[in-house]
């Protein structure tokens, strides 16, 4: 084990010093992990797939006006939607820690109740003018509630597109 892990740090490393092709794609693909790591977090505050699936495909549009983007993958017709809201954002304590050489510093930071806008993206999968599936492309978690031991969430897309 100790032996590939030395492997791995002599391929990887000279190519993310260097600043060839493959770092360059290597932090793409970490941007890209850190968006689908925020989508995936969301998961458990959105509800809007099971809100939207089975009802018409024209109540969605009528609601929310026309898609941003139309696409067909594999015959199945995809509609993108991308809305921005501002939200209400309540007031939040969080700590941050550093670590300075041996030591932990733990900062304890307050946050004011403020807006915020917020941005979702979502893909509708329609067939025979119902909707068989909604997915969240971009999300991000969002307080609501107090903040307490345990903070009350919901997600962009929850707020944005949900019933």
């Not at 793409?28 to 797939?49: E, Q, R, W």
């Not at 009802?55 to 139309?70: N, W």
């Not at 304590?93 to 941005?119: A, C, W």
Request: net charge positive; charged share 20%.
């Amino acid at each position: 084990m100790r032996l590939l892990k030395e492997f791995m740090v002599i391929t990887a490393l000279p190519m993310l010093l260097c600043g060839c092709g493959a770092g360059k794609s290597l932090q793409a693909g970490a941007a890209k992990l850190t968006d689908d790591l925020g989508t995936a977090l969301t998961a458990p505050y959105t509800k809007v797939d099971s809100q939207w699936r089975g009802k018409p495909i024209a109540t969605f549009e009528s609601k929310f006006g026309a898609p941003t983007d139309r696409s067909a993958a594999g015959g199945t017709p995809v509609l993108t939607w991308q809305r921005s809201r501002v939200v209400r954002i309540p007031a939040r304590t969080y700590d941050q820690t550093e670590y300075v050489g041996n030591m932990v510093l733990t900062k304890r930071i307050f946050s004011p109740e403020h807006d915020q806008e917020v941005s979702c993206t979502v893909a509708v999968t329609a067939k025979s003018g119902m909707i068989t599936r909604v997915k969240p492309l971009s999300d991000r978690v969002v307080p609501v509630g107090e903040d307490g031991f345990f903070p009350s969430n919901t997600s962009t897309c929850q707020i944005i597109f949900g019933v």
